[in-house]
């Protein structure tokens, strides 16, 4: 199956006959400046991550279009669930950097309600999210609500049992699921060419999924194709799996290197293919970008980096040697003098 295209690399439309989409400069202005925003959040909270204000950062770079473009296909009231880097998707949602960056600083769990944004809080365990998601539909379903509901992961996460089975038990139950991947070719260090054999989309349509693969450094397809398939499964089609072909241009995270198992030759031919740019060139070559754009655009950015930086640092660091206190009911000997050594190794650091 050919991934569906409607923007080249060069910047050029190309219509395609089955994902119509109504390409105005409303549209395309709004997701360049999403995707411009999510990125200057992704390159500020790395520079913060060195500077030791957070603790980790898995950056969203590169996958900006896969994000953007489908979430802004899906109703306010439709649930979301994502995994750990889908943070151009929870801007869009609403969320802000505060609540983006709490988690990371290392203060709780998540910084948001999952209920205001319809956006639940992010998984870190691989796959985790796919059952939560399915077992959602199903309550969905059962209540006879108008609602999709959307997942994301990555194609690290479709090799583990519980996406297997979600997506077995969502295509049994007939449930009103989307099952977005961002297959961004690399599983940490693991490449998908070793990591399976049979495209991902080919093994979603054998679980009996509506299955469809999309350029997903292609805003526009990825709009197209999104808002098809979840108008399909809005209607009773059941549930359906879009794998978005995209690149994960940084590290997994902070503390990976990519490149000590990747090339030089394969970034820069993603580079290329670069989600942001491709609509800049649109933009540029339809006459729908000038100066006061880019300039409103820039400030915005600007404005953006400065609160994020500002945010994060006013974040209190939290007294994490209360979680000592929940490991068992009753304390031991071993819990109370780990607890004591780690208050005495958090002193050391003080002035």
């Given amino acids: 199956m050919t991934p569906v295209q409607l923007l080249g690399a060069d910047g050029e439309l190309r219509p395609h006959p089955d994902w119509p989409l109504d390409v105005s400069p409303e549209l395309c202005r709004d997701f360049y400046r999403r995707m411009r925003l999510a990125r200057q959040l992704d390159q500020e909270s790395l520079a913060l991550q060195?500077?030791?204000?957070?603790?980790?950062?898995?950056?969203?770079?590169?996958?900006?279009?896969?994000?953007?473009?489908?979430?802004?296909?899906?109703?306010?009231?439709?649930?979301?669930?994502?995994?750990?880097?889908?943070?151009a998707a929870a801007l869009c949602r609403g969320i802000t950097p505060t609540e983006l960056l709490i988690q990371w600083r290392g203060n709780k769990h998540s910084g948001w309600d999952p209920d205001q944004y319809r956006f639940h809080i992010y998984t870190l365990v691989l796959a985790a999210q796919l059952p939560h998601a399915t077992g959602y539909a199903m309550g969905v379903q059962r209540d006879g609500v108008d609602e999709v509901v959307l997942t994301y992961f990555g194609d690290g996460a479709s090799s583990e049992g519980d996406a297997n089975e979600a997506f077995n038990w969502a295509a049994a139950a007939d449930v009103p699921l989307l099952f977005f991947c961002q297959n961004n070719q690399w599983a940490i260090s693991t490449p998908t060419r070793t990591q399976m054999r049979t495209p991902l989309h080919l093994r979603a349509a054998g679980f009996g999924l509506d299955a469809h693969v999309v350029d997903g450094n292609d805003v526009l397809a990825v709009h197209a194709v999104t808002s098809g398939v979840v108008q399909r499964i809005r209607s009773g089609g059941g549930p359906a799996f879009i794998e978005a072909l995209t690149y994960r241009m940084a590290g997994?995270?902070?503390?990976?290197?990519?490149?000590?198992?990747?090339?030089?030759?394969?970034?820069?031919?993603?580079?290329?293919?670069?989600?942001?740019?491709?609509?800049?060139?649109?933009?540029?070559?339809?006459?729908?970008?000038?100066?006061?754009?880019?300039?409103?655009?820039?400030?915005?950015?600007?404005?953006?980096?400065a609160t994020t930086r500002s945010v994060c640092r006013e974040l209190p660091l939290g007294d994490f040697s209360t979680l000592f206190d929940t490991v068992l009911a009753e304390p031991t000997p071993l819990l109370t003098e780990q607890r004591q050594r780690y208050r005495e190794f958090v002193a050391s650091f003080e002035d």
């Fill in 252 to 305: 997994h995270s902070t503390s990976d290197d990519p490149g000590r198992y990747r090339t030089d030759s394969e970034l820069d031919s993603w580079r290329a293919r670069d989600p942001i740019a491709r609509l800049e060139l649109l933009l540029e070559k339809q006459g729908w970008m000038d100066n006061a754009f880019r300039a409103e655009i820039d400030e915005e950015c600007h404005t953006l980096a």
């Fill in 50 to 87: 060195r500077q030791g204000e957070l603790g980790l950062w898995l950056q969203s770079l590169g996958q900006e279009a896969a994000q953007v473009g489908s979430i802004t296909a899906m109703r306010a009231t439709d649930y979301v669930f994502p995994s750990y880097r889908e943070h």
